[in-house]
């Protein structure tokens, strides 16, 4: 038998001996809940450290430790957190779980004979925001059902069950709006929409409001005429009180013209002679 190179014997040796697992991961989280993310099961007594590098929203972070006594490291400070279990096994610990956390986890953890490598997906569960409303008159009318800022995206349904496009956005945020709407040819007695979610247990029924659609918008139309009128109102009053007013007022102007027109009266003195000079002027005269 043609003996075997040592270097391919070690090689083999090696491969036995120490172990790599590599794997992708997907989990999924409820908003608003506190996460724990395990790279492995293993003890602190088994594994070398663990490290976390993490990507969220295009923002990179890293949380590390080890068990020879060197400081931690966390780069995140956003409440991200390595914790232990009762068993001491590590894990990464994440509060009040929302969007911003949605990202890239990667986790590294060496131990004694291997290490386990991690990509895990970490993604969001949220409960959209329901509505269900009437647009239009009496003569066109148009139903609309809506889930909005949900994830994953929500189903629409309509009962009785009719035929109808669902138009499905995804927001730059990642969440999902959906939507659904029948015009009145379409509208069958008794119409309702039904939402369903993976959160929820029960689906959500909602009716459109035909009589509130109707009656806001004849209040808002009446409001539309009691402005109306009230503006003609006040304006034909300001017209009226003008035309009534100006007689008394024109007399006055005129007035008021013609005493800016005439010159000041003065009253003519005549001018008195002194005593002395009429009776010399007397005298004259008779010499």
């Known amino acids: 038998m043609r003996p075997i190179p040592w270097i391919l014997t070690i090689a083999a040796l090696f491969s036995v001996v120490w172990s790599i697992e590599k794997a992708n991961r997907r989990e999924v989280f409820n908003i608003g809940t506190n996460v724990i993310l395990m790279c492995s099961n293993k003890t602190w007594n088994e594994i070398f450290y663990v490290t976390w590098n993490i990507t969220v929203r295009g923002h990179s972070c890293r949380i590390s430790s080890s068990n020879d006594g060197q400081k931690s490291v966390n780069t995140c400070k956003d409440g991200k957190s390595l914790q232990n279990t009762s068993r001491v096994q590590p894990y990464l610990h994440i509060p009040n779980f929302s969007a911003d956390d949605v990202g890239l986890y990667m986790c590294e953890s060496p131990y004694n004979g291997g290490s386990e490598n991690y990509n895990i997906n970490v993604s969001i569960t949220v409960a959209p925001k329901i509505s269900a409303w009437l647009e239009g008159n009496d003569s066109d009318m148009v139903a609309f059902c809506r889930a909005e800022q949900g994830n994953p995206a929500a189903n629409i349904s309509w009962s009785p069950a009719v035929n109808t496009s669902v138009e499905i956005t995804q927001e730059s945020d990642g969440f999902f709006t959906?939507?659904?709407?029948?015009?009145?040819?379409?509208?069958?007695?008794?119409?309702?929409?039904?939402?369903?979610?993976?959160?929820?247990?029960?689906?959500?029924?909602?009716?459109?409001?035909?009589?509130?659609?109707?009656?806001?918008?004849?209040?808002?139309?009446?409001?539309?005429?009691?402005?109306?009128?009230?503006?003609?109102?006040?304006?034909?009053?300001?017209?009226?009180?003008?035309?009534?007013?100006?007689?008394?007022?024109?007399?006055?102007?005129?007035?008021?013209?013609?005493?800016?027109?005439?010159?000041?009266?003065?009253?003519?003195?005549?001018?008195?002679?002194?005593?002395?000079?009429?009776?010399?002027?007397?005298?004259?005269?008779?010499?």
């Open 178 to 287: 959906v939507e659904s709407r029948l015009s009145e040819e379409e509208f069958p007695e008794n119409l309702t929409c039904i939402i369903s979610h993976q959160l929820w247990s029960q689906d959500k029924t909602l009716v459109p409001d035909w009589n509130k659609t109707k009656t806001v918008a004849k209040a808002h139309l009446a409001l539309a005429y009691t402005g109306v009128v009230g503006v003609v109102l006040v304006i034909l009053a300001g017209f009226l009180y003008f035309v009534l007013k100006k007689p008394t007022l024109l007399p006055l102007c005129q007035q008021t013209d013609t005493s800016r027109s005439k010159p000041p009266v003065t009253d003519e003195v005549e001018e008195v002679e002194p005593y002395a000079s009429y009776v010399q002027r007397v005298n004259s005269i008779y010499n």
